[in-house]
């Protein structure tokens, strides 16, 4: 089975724009999360989608947004870029949701706001 | 908001040491994740378990849902194992994760 993919793998935005972000889970999965990883916060969870509905939400401000798709693949949208948003943006993919199921992590989106 | 601790932060040890690194959590969690994430960010997830302990080749995860503590421990260890492992524990607010411990293992 192929495993989860993101793209973009890289990504250079201006302070401002906004931008857009894939995860294609691993066929059969219906779980997707989201995660943000800093060098100063670590990992932190950003949401949880199951079945095109959202599950979970951790504590980011509003501008960061997603969704789910019939087929499981989500994209994830963070709008009014800041530089503070850098990151780098993993997904993980699971067959029930994230409380019972092992995460199965993709490679991540490295995010650079200029 | 659950908090997860960590320890130690960094580690270096010989080739072939046994390695224990530990995670404490705060509050009540439906399951706990081991992932190791190597240069670059892939991440790997090792384990995830909700009591008792599980097994894969040299690696060992235990917890204890008492004392809210869970350990990875690595036997024989070699320079390939050299990643940071991250606890991360499952509960209402989503996963929750600690800081990881850098572990470098010298051949």
């Known amino acids: 089975k192929a495993g989860v993919t993101q793209t973009p793998r890289y990504l250079i935005k201006t302070r401002g724009q906004q931008v857009t972000l894939s995860c ?14 800093t060098p100063g916060q670590g990992l932190q ?11 979970n939400k951790g504590n980011f401000p509003g501008r960061f947004s997603g969704r789910q798709f019939s087929n499981s693949r989500s994209e994830m949208n963070v709008s009014t870029l800041e530089l503070g948003d850098s990151a ?4 993980a993919s699971a067959v029930s949701t994230q409380r019972e199921g092992k995460q199965y992590f993709g490679p991540g989106t490295r995010l650079t706001v200029t | ?21 530990n995670c404490s959590y705060s509050v009540g969690i439906s399951a706990l994740h081991w992932l190791q994430q190597h240069p670059g ?3 790997v ?3 995830m378990l909700s009591s008792g302990k599980k097994k ?4 060992i995860a235990t917890i204890n849902i008492q004392e809210k503590h869970s350990s990875l421990h690595i036997t024989a260890s070699h320079p390939r194992d050299s990643a940071v492992y991250i606890c991360a524990v499952s509960g209402a607010d989503g996963l929750t994760f600690g800081k990881g411990t850098h572990l470098i293992i010298q051949p």
């Open chain 1, 24 to 37: 294609s889970p691993i066929s059969g999965h219906r779980s997707v999360s989201w995660y943000q990883q």
């Open chain 1, 88 to 91: 780098l943006y993993l997904c």
């Open chain 1, 45 to 55: 969870f950003l949401f949880e989608y199951f079945s095109e509905t959202q599950r």
């Open chain 2, 56 to 59: 894969h080749g040299r690696l």
């Open chain 2, 41 to 43: 960010g892939g991440i």
């Open chain 2, 1 to 21: 908001k659950n908090e997860v601790e960590q320890s130690p932060q960094n580690l270096t040890a010989q080739e072939g040491e046994f390695i224990t690194i």
């Open chain 2, 45 to 47: 997830s090792l384990f």
